[in-house]
């Protein structure tokens, strides 16, 4: 590194498939990055997104490359009408959500420090909900929740904030994927091409392992799913298909961890997502409390885009354009510049450039159908396998090989349910434990896993299960309310709306009963699990579903991170740099 260079960054965005042209670092500057050893073993990333490092030494160290970025030191040559400064409040949130989300298992860049400038930056923000007609401060923590509560429209009022610079880190790199998106639309090849290959040397360094030595003139079997006659597979090429999977494969693991947590990153552009597939910048996001599909806390997408429920179909637009607009055109342009050999029979130069013609035509359709099938079909694929995983470790599901529709309706079911009752995201599936061992505890009789199904039924069937008894399923009721906005809204009997909720949670914890009977069955008569001991397998059950239900189901997210709890921790910090 060089430190005492420090540089901004060029590059573009795509918003939902439209190009909004370049953009640039405005108030952030790299300093450099350092490469540090780790020993084999530690944890050094966050969750499994892929924070593997720059190589390995061989030994029981391997190198950890970071690179270390200033947000809010001042104006960069990309500012255009800013003032490339940061405020406290947005500098303190943006600090408790990337390590919450680090230590929540969610793929991040990370905060190092945040230190106050002594500057009055002058920031709109929204119409106040009270009286007050103070236009210098908003340090009043309760009126900032107020505010942003009662206000779905960009913020207006003019009021001056307490400055401040964070110093933030990322594992690998900050690339994003607007900057090769840029070169592209530049129809700068070789500057694409330098930072693809800088992506795929750094990034994923352990992922990417095509052998570019090969000979490029190897006719593609016509076994391929994507066959073309004669078109051939070339290394260079193959190199950047792989690269694409692997950049589609990781940001199909990390919104999927997004969901899980209950997250939105709000602004899903093309410039707020980082290549390495790590959460970055921290602005219009939210954590979803009461349980809303909708939820979206990015005030300007008013047609909810990046909503909570479509965040998958936004990551999946992102992924589709990257690679038909980005990766098609870095492998069309090697396949450009590649040299293809005559096929046998062609003895004029006029034949030598007709089959060459015809052999880089077929060449170039068949890479087309595979950077699609990655943006597609492989995409898709990879983010329903990692949000499977999540549904089935949020409801305790041990037995990996359940049929998926058994789990999904249920999980489905839930989050109707959960809706309709205005239950927290966080509390509700928190307590989800709680309820899972009680009817676990339910479906186990003598030491041994309990289900009216007999051996040879499929395992999809579900629709018989032990009786819950009548205490078990009141007490489930009473956890749930403690999750609920209005608790007593689950009370009464007959044909209210109290005595219709009941009913429906009812007829979902007697179904959470059979998936439970269902899984503790299958685990029972694995081959293994067969020959334990029966009070020891219980147990075993019990225990070992919900450590994976509070692995997957937070005790805090979004209610730690609301508005006036972030601006209070900024006054506490103003406050005590006063007194200094």
């Not at 979902?508 to 069955?521: E, F, G, H, K």
Request: glycine share 10%.
């Amino acid at each position: 590194p060089i430190w005492n260079q420090p540089f901004a960054v060029v590059y573009g965005c795509h918003s939902y498939a439209h190009w909004f042209g370049q953009l640039g670092d405005g108030r952030a500057v790299i300093l450099g990055d350092i490469v540090v050893p780790v020993q084999s073993g530690s944890s050094t990333g966050s969750g499994s997104g892929g924070d593997t490092g720059s190589g390995s030494d061989g030994g029981n160290e391997r190198a950890m490359r970071y690179e270390i970025q200033l947000k809010g030191s001042g104006r960069t040559p990309f500012s255009r009408w800013g003032d490339g400064r940061a405020v406290l409040r947005s500098c303190i949130r943006e600090f408790l959500a990337s390590e919450s989300m680090h230590y929540l298992g969610v793929p991040t860049t990370r905060a190092l420090c945040v230190a106050t400038t002594g500057q009055g930056i002058r920031r709109n923000w929204y119409k106040a909900h009270t009286s007050s007609t103070s236009d210098t401060s908003i340090d009043d923590a309760a009126e900032i929740s107020r505010t942003i509560m009662s206000n779905r429209f960009p913020p207006e009022r003019p009021v001056v904030e307490p400055g401040a610079v964070m110093t933030r880190v990322a594992p690998v790199s900050f690339v994003r994927v607007g900057q090769l998106e840029l070169f592209a639309k530049r129809n700068d090849f070789e500057s694409c091409k330098s930072l693809a290959d800088y992506v795929m040397d750094t990034e994923y360094a352990d992922e990417c392992t095509t052998n570019t030595t090969t000979n490029p003139s190897i006719t593609v079997n016509g076994s391929h799913p994507h066959a073309h006659t004669h078109a051939l597979l070339v290394p260079e090429a193959e190199k950047y298909v792989q690269l694409f999977e692997c950049i589609v494969r990781r940001c199909a693991f990390l919104v999927a961890q997004w969901m899980r947590v209950g997250y939105v990153q709000g602004n899903m552009n093309s410039d707020n997502l980082l290549i390495g597939g790590r959460t970055i910048d921290y602005g219009p996001f939210g954590f979803m409390e009461v349980y809303d599909p909708a939820y979206q806390p990015f005030t300007s997408d008013g047609d909810g885009h990046f909503s909570y429920i479509q965040q998958p179909k936004a990551m999946h637009v992102n992924m589709s354009v990257l690679g038909m607009d980005t990766f098609a055109f870095l492998v069309m342009n090697v396949l450009d510049r590649t040299e293809f050999e005559k096929e046998s029979g062609s003895d004029t130069d006029a034949d030598v450039d007709a089959d060459s013609g015809d052999q880089l035509k077929r060449t170039k359709q068949y890479y087309s159908d595979r950077i699609k099938e990655v943006s597609g079909g492989v995409y898709l694929d990879a983010f329903n396998a990692h949000y499977g995983d999540v549904k089935m470790n949020k409801l305790g599901v041990l037995h990996r090989q359940m049929d998926s529709t058994v789990y999904t309706q249920l999980y489905q079911d839930l989050l109707g349910l959960m809706q309709l009752s205005q239950c927290d995201f966080t509390m509700m599936f928190r307590c989800l434990s709680r309820v899972a061992r009680l009817l676990g505890e339910e479906c186990l009789v003598d030491g041994q896993p309990q289900n009216d199904n007999s051996p040879d039924m499929p395992l999809l069937s579900v629709s018989v299960g032990p009786q819950v008894e009548l205490a078990a399923i009141q007490q489930c009721l009473g956890w749930i309310r403690e999750s609920m906005l209005d608790p007593t809204a689950l009370e009464g009997d007959g044909d209210g709306e109290g005595g219709q909720l009941v009913e429906q949670w009812t007829e979902w914890l007697t179904a959470y009963s059979r998936v439970i009977a269902l899984d503790n069955y299958s685990v029972y008569t694995n081959t293994d699990a067969h020959d334990c001991d029966s009070d020891e397998l219980q147990l075993q059950l019990l225990v070992d579903r919900e450590c994976m239900q509070d692995g997957a189901n937070p005790r805090y997210g979004g209610p730690g991170l609301r508005g006036d709890v972030c601006a209070g921790r900024a006054g506490e910090v103003e406050s005590r740099a006063g007194q200094q």
